[in-house]
């Protein structure tokens, strides 16, 4: 069975101390209500991250990212973080591909297969992000764009090695926007996404991929979206700033 799984992009935000307190409070939150096949990440700033990393010791459902990583294994890349650095402090995710970093910084997915490849090799799992702009989607070019993003972003990876990936489906248009897609907008796609999987690898690995829903997710609707057959959680920017409010979207699931 696919895990379930709620995600927190904290985004460039929270001081060092700040982030501690927000962590602290959301353990003590969610330790009893993700259970069995559910997780919780929590995916904050670099700096964050080693003590995240201590403090969720001993919590099997709860685990802490990156939102990012370089694609060498280590050398001249003043300022760049890797992914064994990332690994080696006791991080297990890499939130890679995020629209913002498509959009700002320029990745490409020739750029964040090579991203992928690094992340994996290095034993971390990548949730690995995918959508299309509103303009794409006035121009009825969603369902394409999901489609070379995969193509030339993860599909070069065999069965084995794509069954370490999270993907989250993230419309740019909903993200931080306060527009959610439509339950049914958004399992539409995850139900395409499923069908790509299957055609490209087998349906078994469809059924086993975890597919997550971002953008403008909120305590209120994330009930009716995790309810959706093909979302498996959700990917949540805002709201994770806020220990009660990504408490509430962990037990929409229950
Ligand atoms: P949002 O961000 O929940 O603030 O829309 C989601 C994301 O960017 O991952």
Redesign the pocket.
């Known amino acids: 069975m696919r895990k379930k799984i709620v ?1 927190g ?1 904290w ?1 460039m935000n929270l001081d060092y101390q700040e982030g501690l307190t927000l962590f602290s409070e959301v353990i003590n939150m969610v330790k009893d209500e993700a259970t069995g096949s559910q997780q919780v990440v929590v995916c904050s700033p670099f700096i964050h991250l080693h003590s995240l990393a201590q403090l969720v010791k001993g919590y099997t459902n709860v685990a802490v990212g990156a939102q990012n990583a370089h694609q060498a294994e280590s050398g001249a890349y003043t300022g760049e973080i890797s992914a064994k650095q990332i690994k080696s402090v006791g991080a297990e995710y890499v ?1 890679l591909g ?3 970093r498509r959009q700002y910084f320029g990745e490409s997915n020739e750029l964040l297969a090579k991203k992928t490849d690094t992340a994996l090799a290095n034993g971390l799992l990548p949730i690995f ?1 995918i959508g299309e702009t509103l303009q794409q989607r006035e121009a009825n070019e969603h369902f394409d764009i999901i489609k070379s993003q995969l193509a030339e972003g993860v599909f070069h990876l065999d069965a084995d090695a794509f069954g370490k990936i999270v993907l ?1 489906y ?1 419309p740019v248009w ?5 527009v ?1 897609a439509t339950s049914d907008q958004a399992q539409e796609i995850h139900a395409f996404i499923r069908q790509e999987l299957a055609a490209k690898y087998s349906q078994q690995v469809a059924d086993d991929t975890t597919i997550l829903y ?5 305590p209120k609707n994330a009930a009716e979206l995790f309810a959706c057959a093909d979302i498996d959680g ?7 700033l806020k220990s009660r409010d990504f408490t509430d979207i962990v037990k929409a699931f229950n």
Request: aromatic share 0%.
């Open positions: 995600a992009n985004k939130i995020h629209s913002e992000c989250a993230e909903a993200i931080g926007t306060g959610t971002g953008g403008s997710c909120n959700g990917l949540i920017g805002g709201a994770s």
